[in-house]
């Protein structure tokens, strides 16, 4: 009787036992379950339908101008077509610069702004605008964040390889954008690989992982605003990041409201403007 009491509570023991280790077992494997925590965004389209971003955006001024270029169309990797604006240069050149426009769309300031570019660099530069709202253009902040809010980033990444295709395999890339288009400038540095030789990012968000920007085939110059959503400590950290992949970026944060050097931006600062300017002018005329 005392035998089989004692092999009865060695049995209730052992259950005991399997179920506590069960219980720990879960709990152990519960809390060492790596919790993800997502990081912002990269590119812009995190703040699009944000009404204060929307306020640093005022309708710009109509514009008009006599154009230098042309509006062509390319073929783009998955099947359809993609719109830019081209000068081309005067004499054989393999010397390309990309320009990406504001979150307005291809307008006729960017158009102007690509003309300029081109005209400063000697006339011996192919310069692309390259059309990322397939032909849509709005001058109305609340409409401009919606269509950026609704881009594809396969459908952009496939406009950039487009204009390269367009280009051409020898071509030699450098890249230029602002706001929406300064992240595209950075973005569309990496996927041109070793085709890349310059980037310019004017107030555009940087890309944050370290792996994507060790793809990067040249230095970043980085000219920014005063802000508060692609702040001092977002680009101190891009700045880290880019150390991190063993990449150069140099950069300068102005003392100016997002978008400072849009002409049509009621808050222009022309000062600053050409300041940042001649900059960029000096690191693309090193670049070619």
């Not at 230095?219 to 950290?237: M, N, Q």
Request: contains cysteine; glycine residues 8%.
């Amino acid at each position: 009787m005392i035998k089989s009491i004692i092999t009865f509570q060695a049995f209730l023991l052992s259950i005991w036992a399997f179920v506590s280790v069960n219980k720990a077992s879960e709990t152990t494997s519960v809390s060492n379950i790596t919790v993800c925590h997502t990081l912002p965004a990269d590119g812009m389209k995190q703040f699009a339908l944000d009404p204060a971003f929307q306020a640093l955006h005022p309708a710009p001024l109509p514009l008009s101008y006599a154009a230098t270029g042309k509006d062509i169309t390319f073929k783009t990797p998955d099947g359809t077509d993609a719109k830019g604006y081209f000068i081309k240069a005067k004499g054989n050149s393999n010397k390309w610069l990309f320009v990406y426009q504001e979150w307005w769309g291809l307008n006729d300031y960017i158009k102007r702004e690509a003309d300029t570019y081109y005209k400063d660099l000697g006339e011996n530069v192919n310069v692309l605008a390259l059309d990322m709202y397939d032909g849509k253009v709005t001058s109305n902040p609340q409409e401009a964040g919606k269509i950026m809010s609704e881009t594809n980033d396969a459908r952009l990444e496939n406009i950039v390889k487009g204009g390269m295709a367009y280009a051409g395999k020898n071509a030699k890339i450098a890249n230029v954008g602002w706001c929406f288009g300064g992240g595209w400038s950075l973005r569309s540095a990496l996927l041109g690989g070793t085709q890349t030789i310059g980037s310019v990012m004017y107030y555009g968000m940087p890309v944050r992982d370290v792996e994507q920007l060790k793809k990067l085939n040249s230095d970043v110059l980085g000219l920014f605003a005063t802000e508060t959503r692609i702040s001092k400590e977002v680009i101190e950290e891009f700045d880290a990041n880019m150390k991190a992949a063993g990449k150069k970026l140099t950069y300068k944060i102005f003392d100016g409201v997002h978008g400072f050097a849009n002409p049509s931006n009621p808050k222009y600062d022309e000062a600053l403007a050409k300041e940042a300017y001649a900059m960029s002018l000096a690191y693309l005329k090193k670049k070619f």
